[in-house]
């Protein structure tokens, strides 16, 4: 059974779909041929039984206590305690940094059929995945194809994909992990389509970059580089990319009045009185209430920012090019 719900046109379509995308994917073909020879491997893991709704774009019930806007759940609590990297989904297992970074993406992302989206070092699991490739023309990847493998794998410092051969980037938390970010932010630039988007979440914990005082690892064993903080958003203007920081409305409401002791929970990983007075400058914006926000488990405002970012570009005319050419490609 699949993992999205869906119609019996729906699941023809979407394997007519996956059939397509594997014939013109050359980075697919090795895969596919093991497949059709010696079947899934014996210690392949299995996406678990886990239902996603039909569509990504959907609003976060007015009644739900707790909700997981990427699978659907809702419930009383999260699991574990309230941390960016925990608040955990019974169901799918997304932490908080997963639910706000995917709300920011559909919720600023207009919808639109076969968008071409890629995701670097995606946490969550088959499941996930089966359920993206579901709602869009989607490929995850990764580096170093260790702890987050993915079907391709991909430098950010040397990306090997078309220019303006991709819609929506998506890349949580990976960003850190790169030695040249300049080098990085200029191969993605080359690579999004016009009006195209990227949606960048790192740990930002400092009022301006910083190298770490001391060699730091993920709990992935992955090197951090670099110590984020909101002078990203004008390094990311200077790539060309049209930046709004998105945050919860306490965070906004805490840059202006300039109050750390708005902002609750314990703030011992982050420099937040830095945070706060950069902030200003960096073009926040919020995209939940304080309500909605602790539904999806984001309780600690400071933690959350994601980093939207759009290649400008495209015009009315430009649409109607790329829809067609998405068409034609699905024909072909």
């Known amino acids: 059974m699949s993992v999205v719900e869906e119609t019996t046109?729906?699941?023809f379509g979407r394997r007519a779909r996956h059939g397509l995308r594997v014939l013109t994917t050359p980075a697919l073909w090795r895969e596919q041929v093991a497949y059709l020879r010696h079947g899934p491997s014996p210690s392949a893991t299995h996406a678990p039984a886990v239902s996603f709704p039909s569509s990504p774009w959907r609003p976060v019930p007015s009644d739900a206590v707790a909700y997981?806007?990427?699978?659907g759940w809702e419930g009383t609590s999260f699991d574990g305690p309230r941390h960016v990297e925990f608040q955990l989904c019974p169901r799918c297992g997304s932490s908080g940094r997963d639910r706000f970074s995917f709300l920011c993406f559909?919720?600023?992302t207009p919808p639109a059929?076969?968008?071409?989206?890629?995701?670097?070092?995606?946490?969550?699991?088959?499941?996930?995945?089966?359920?993206?490739a579901q709602w869009f023309t989607y490929t995850a990847t990764d580096y170093d194809q260790s702890s987050h493998r993915g079907t391709v794998r991909l430098d950010l410092q040397d990306i090997d994909l078309p220019p303006r051969s991709v819609d929506v980037l998506l890349t949580a938390h990976v960003l850190e992990h790169?030695?040249?970010?300049?080098?990085?932010?200029a191969g993605i630039a080359r690579t999004l389509a016009p009006g195209g988007r990227m949606y960048v979440s790192v740990p930002v914990q400092e009022g301006a970059t910083i190298e770490p005082p001391a060699p730091e690892y993920h709990q992935d064993n992955t090197k951090v580089f670099w110590r984020f903080g909101f002078d990203l958003a004008d390094r990311l203007r200077r790539h060309g990319f049209r930046t709004t920081v998105l945050v919860t409305a306490p965070m906004v409401d805490a840059v202006r009045t300039g109050d750390p002791?708005?902002?609750?929970?314990?703030?011992?990983?982050?420099?937040?009185p830095a945070m706060l007075a950069a902030a200003k400058?960096?073009?926040l914006e919020s995209v939940l209430d304080r309500r909605d926000a602790e539904r999806l488990g984001l309780w600690e405002s400071y933690q959350y920012a994601t980093f939207e970012c759009v290649v400008p570009g495209r015009s009315a005319l430009d649409e109607v090019t790329i829809r067609a050419r998405r068409a034609w490609r699905r024909i072909r």
Do not use: F, H, K
């Open 9 to 11: 046109l729906g699941r």
């Open 68 to 71: 997981c806007n990427v699978c």
């Open 106 to 108: 559909v919720s600023r």
């Open 113 to 132: 059929r076969w968008m071409r989206v890629i995701e670097t070092s995606p946490r969550l699991g088959d499941a996930y995945r089966a359920a993206m």
């Open 178 to 185: 790169v030695p040249d970010t300049d080098l990085a932010l």
């Open 261 to 272: 002791s708005a902002l609750a929970g314990d703030g011992s990983e982050w420099d937040v």
């Open 281 to 283: 400058d960096a073009g």
